[in-house]
């Protein structure tokens, strides 16, 4: 809620993308730096945070809808006039590329647009008056308290947003710790979340998570956990509030989605449905397709078509035109990305397109490799790779597939790609019982914002989107009472 003056340890922030040292090695690029706070400093946050909503007595719970509303609309008129230093930031920080980032910034301007068109409709339907059996009562939509926001690496500031914004507008108080990786893009905001909203309303805490986010919920007063994240992360945060089973948790979690390729599927299409949903942003997406199930008759195929079409693919800097893969966000991620492809090599899968580049890295940039046959017992089998890895693993009987899902953790989507519509009724039904979205001869994805976004299994609690992200940051309360015969008039 107010800009403190910070002289303590500050921390720098390194680019995925390598510049040559002065020793002629290639090292990641420094970009900025930020405060490293800690208890004491989060410990204020959360007090503020606890002052401004005040039980629910605070001025912004008991403002008006409308009144939050031109609230959220000061702080976006003056988000929209950073949007060029931000998209620059989110390219630099976390390497996506311009074109990406540019989306991101886009796409996050009109969720919370169309996030206060929902709130007036949620708003005019709540207040209407309900009658039954003799009583007469008011229905309203009223916040839960302070709410722990945190999003990730991969969509910054729209998977962060995607909570916080629903969140605010509902009347609750945040806390709010940016990602990671991700960090340095907050800063041009900082002004306007203390400018568009009253004082402890929103609270930004520079940390690390591992330390300050178990202390902040062991304090007991936080009310939601709204994390986009990783599901033992998840687990282990739960576990520190000391009413967890009564915490509320907004979670989106892992996800290992797989796309089902039947024999009849259109191989054009499949292809490149495929190709992006498993590499749009380096396959860093919770969405991406993490498992291609193809049938054994077109295999070969579709190995062939799929790795030709990869190779299309321009692999560089973020910053260039029509760039499509980019640096990770660290010398890990290249090192996880290679560990999985020896785990599987030495299972008796190979890189299909090895003699292309596939699967060879420098640094944080690691050209994209298709690993086949994947079979049960590789890491690629069962892990969320989280990367440009696409791992292919032939089917003779759908049921094997249909087992593939249902056997999985993760539940949160699957594609079909195939032409009869009897074969695909017959996997639809298990299978929108195992995952909360089945796509039809397309990947996978979030969008549009309007759609609920969820997850069965590890993969979230709780459903997103414009509107039920606005019932997820609320909970219906009513003022009741007997009808008199004025009321009745
Ligand atoms: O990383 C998880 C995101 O929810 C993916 O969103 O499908 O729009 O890329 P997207």
């Not at 797989?258 to 992006?276: G, S």
């Not at 790795?307 to 973020?318: D, H, R, V």
Request: proline share 6%; net charge negative; hydrophobic share 40%.
């Amino acid at each position: 809620g107010e800009l403190v003056p910070w002289d303590g340890p500050c921390k720098t922030v390194l680019s995925p993308v390598c510049v040559r040292g002065a020793d002629g090695e290639a090292e990641q690029v420094e970009i900025g730096s930020y405060p490293v706070m800690g208890e004491v400093e989060s410990d204020n946050a959360l007090a503020a945070a606890v002052r401004a909503y005040d039980s629910g007595r605070g001025e912004w719970p008991t403002m008006t809808v409308a009144q939050r509303i031109a609230c959220m609309q000061d702080f976006i008129k003056q988000m929209v006039a950073q949007r060029e230093h931000i998209v620059t930031l989110i390219m630099w920080e976390i390497g996506k590329s311009h074109t990406d980032a540019a989306k991101e910034f886009d796409r996050t301007v009109t969720y919370m647009l169309q996030t206060i068109e929902a709130l007036k409709e949620l708003d005019n339907n709540n207040s209407r008056f309900v009658i039954a059996e003799g009583s007469i009562g008011q229905i309203r939509r009223t916040p839960l308290g302070v709410v722990l926001c945190m999003g990730p690496y991969n969509y910054p500031l729209n998977e962060t947003f995607a909570t916080l914004i629903p969140a605010l507008l509902m009347g609750n108080a945040v806390v709010f710790k940016p990602p990671q990786y991700g960090t340095l893009l907050f800063h041009p905001l900082l002004e306007a979340f203390r400018t568009a909203f009253p004082k402890g309303v929103i609270n930004t805490i520079y940390a690390p998570g591992a330390i300050v986010v178990p202390h902040l919920l062991a304090s007991g007063k936080i009310d939601v956990l709204a994390l986009i994240g990783s599901s033992k992360v998840a687990d282990h945060l739960k576990k520190q509030h000391p009413k967890s089973n009564r915490l509320r948790a907004v979670l989106g979690l892992d996800a290992k989605n797989a796309a089902i390729v039947l024999p009849d599927a259109d191989l054009e299409l499949t292809v490149k449905e495929c190709l992006l949903g498993a590499l749009s942003f380096n396959g860093q997406r919770c969405t991406a397709l993490k498992m291609l199930l193809v049938h054994r008759s077109i295999v070969d195929a579709f190995l062939a078509r799929f790795a030709e079409e990869l190779e299309k693919l321009k692999i560089g800097m973020p910053w260039e035109k029509g760039v499509n893969i980019t640096p990770l966000p660290g010398m890990h991620r290249t090192q996880y990305m290679t560990a999985a492809i020896d785990d599987a090599k030495a299972h008796g899968a190979r890189v299909v397109n090895e003699a292309q580049g596939g699967g060879v890295f420098y640094k944080t940039l690691f050209h994209p490799a298709v690993v086949y046959p994947v079979s049960e017992g590789m890491m690629l089998y069962r892990e969320e790779q989280f990367g440009p890895i696409i791992p292919v693993a032939p089917f003779d009987d759908v049921q094997t597939a249909l087992d593939y899902v249902t056997t999985s953790d993760h539940g949160q989507q699957v594609s079909i790609f195939g032409k009869d519509p009897v074969q695909i009724g017959k996997l639809v039904d298990p299978l929108v019982n195992q995952v909360c979205r089945v796509n039809l001869n397309c990947q996978c994805q979030r969008g549009p914002d309007v759609f609920p976004f969820a997850g069965r299994k590890d993969s979230a609690e709780g459903t997103l989107s414009v509107t039920d992200a606005l019932r997820a940051f609320s909970i219906r309360s009513m003022v009741a009472a007997k009808q008199t015969e004025d009321s009745k008039a």
